[in-house]
DNA sequence: GACCCTACATTGCGGCTACATTACGGAGAG
DNA sequence: CTCTCCGTAATGTAGCCGCAATGTAGGGTC
């Protein structure tokens, strides 16, 4: 198992290096981006931890040329910063799980294998259920081919959904994922997106619906 | 699931208990050492959330006190003071899991499922009896493969037995385990929630089945 | 066995809260 | 200016849950 670190501060380098070979991993760390774009050409990496705050930009700008070089390959993303925002930040843009700093090195190691294990099908950056697809990299979905438009906060509404499909999204973390850290919500805003969300799931045949579990969230499943 | 939350500020505590109970957990709040103190000797919570900053004292001089009372009980320590040697601080005080704020609940959520599910880490942590399922991290039910959903109440009632499949369940342990300090009842609002359950997993056909010990309490059995 | 007391079972009702839906108006983009 | 998006509020609806009334079964005593 080849793991390449991208992080730029030498003593947590050195420190998740050791981790990780405790963990019969091999691990392979480079300090910039432009580094670890070299080494990701290499193609011999299993996965990537990738921290954001890189002396040339940050962490997140390398995602979508991880995906192009190395579609599957799993993405976690660390960082100091462990406001909600970056957090959504960090999994808009593609990555497969978040990690702020300070973390236990287990449930780095946990977390690693979680990705790892799963289906190649989950890899894919294009989601589908039922009759509805979604480009997570272009955060466009469509329905049988056609493009199925929805405005800003629909669309993250059903972002969010899928990618915990068939499982209940807390309705905290639907607001989370929405509304960034100073929108302040003081209404049911989060419930007129998701009733417009469904209508138009409808309306279009999307082969989706999404239920409500009282008291906690929604869940977003095929029909049938 | 019942929690003892150890918090000061008003706004916090309200926000962690309304995000916890969205999560199917029972919190009790009290926001000083002492208080916690007294609330741990009632011996009916699975876990603690402890922050640091209390008005009589720092929260890490009750860990040696909740160890004493309820030797394995998880204690996840929250704290303002993100720094490293505040986290070693903690961990070597002998918390279980160390959360700097401000943090997501849903991590926090998580941790505490992680802390929870540790004593039984080795096993999959997904009960399975007659034709039910319940997965123990997600804490939904499930009747071959199909989603057995449940009222918050009735949940913890069928969670609180299965967990102690095949022994009797204490008609007080049962009433501890759904109702927190405040939320008195008068009634037999528990009885009513095991009939409802009662109900529902024949009408699944769950393959479980409740009985009542008479004076005693009630014991959640494989039926033949 | 007759009787009674108590614990448990079951059901319907009402209040409360969370959710669904619709209409409206403001704000910003083109 | 017009259109779309989106937060707000009002109104309607459904589900949960505590409560109490009524029924049932267990177990003790005589």
Avoid at 184 to 213: C, F, P
Wanted: proline share 4%; aromatic share 4%.
């Amino acid at each position: 198992m080849r793991i390449l670190l991208v992080e730029d501060e030498p003593e947590m380098a050195v420190a998740l290096s050791a981790a990780l070979k405790g963990h019969d991993m091999v691990v392979d760390h480079v300090p910039t981006l432009a580094q670890a774009e070299e080494a990701i050409s290499a193609d011999v990496h299993r996965a990537v931890l990738l921290d954001r705050q890189l002396p040339d930009g940050d962490g997140l700008v390398l995602i979508p040329k991880l995906r192009a070089r190395a579609v599957g390959i799993p993405i976690i993303v660390l960082t100091a910063r462990g406001e909600l925002v970056d957090r959504v930040a960090g999994l808009d843009h593609g990555a497969d799980d978040y990690l702020a700093k300070p973390f236990a090195v287990d449930e780095l190691v946990a977390r690693l294998r979680a990705v790892l294990r799963r289906p190649a099908g989950m890899q894919c950056d294009l989601l589908r259920v039922g009759r509805l697809a979604f480009d997570l990299a272009h955060r466009e979905a469509s329905v049988e081919g056609r493009p199925f438009q929805l405005p800003r906060r629909e669309l993250l509404v059903l972002e969010t959904l899928l990618r915990r499909i068939g499982r209940t999204v807390l309705r905290s973390s639907l607001e989370e994922a929405v509304y960034s850290f100073d929108d302040e919500i003081q209404s049911n805003a989060l419930d007129t997106h998701v009733s417009r969300l469904r209508r138009k799931l409808t309306e279009a045949q999307a082969g989706v619906e999404i239920h409500n579990i009282r008291g906690v969230g929604y869940l977003l499943k095929h029909s049938r």
